[in-house]
């Protein structure tokens, strides 16, 4: 199923590796290590013009790492994709 992240983009719910708290979880070393290796070796995409409040870590059936950055909260994002995703 195709789930909306925020600003007109749609992602796979199959992509989709983990969803992440952008404010709890950015305070951490390893995610702080994570977020900037992630910057040279993933492809990010920035789906918010605002505070970003999560992160989602996808991969899709080609291979390629994705990085979204919303400003959707997690709570938000897990309600559209129980709600949503098969």
Known sequence: MIVHIGNEVSIK????????????????SITKDFLSHADGNFKVINVSYSMPKSFILCQNSNGDR??????????????RFNTYAV
């Open 13 to 28: 719910s199959s992509d989709v590796i983990g969803i992440f708290d952008m404010e709890n979880t950015s305070t951490g």
């Open 66 to 79: 994705l990085l979204y950055i919303t400003n959707v909260s997690v709570n938000t994002l897990k309600n």
